[in-house]
């Protein structure tokens, strides 16, 4: 079974940090990136997809 993880997204004017934590409070990944406006308008997916690539 997976381990579920919650996703946390600090929003800034062109800079994005995301974060995936555990349920024990446990930080599994942190990214930071400079964002086109055309990637932030997709944010959610875009961090998912980072997310998945960085763990297969």
Known sequence: MKEKV????????????????????????????DFTIKEKENLIEVAIRIYCRNNK
Not at 6 to 31: M, P, T
């Open 6 to 33: 919650n996703i946390g997204i600090d929003l800034g004017g062109s800079h994005v940090s995301i974060g995936v934590v555990n349920n024990e409070g446990k930080i599994l990944e942190q990214f930071e990136k």
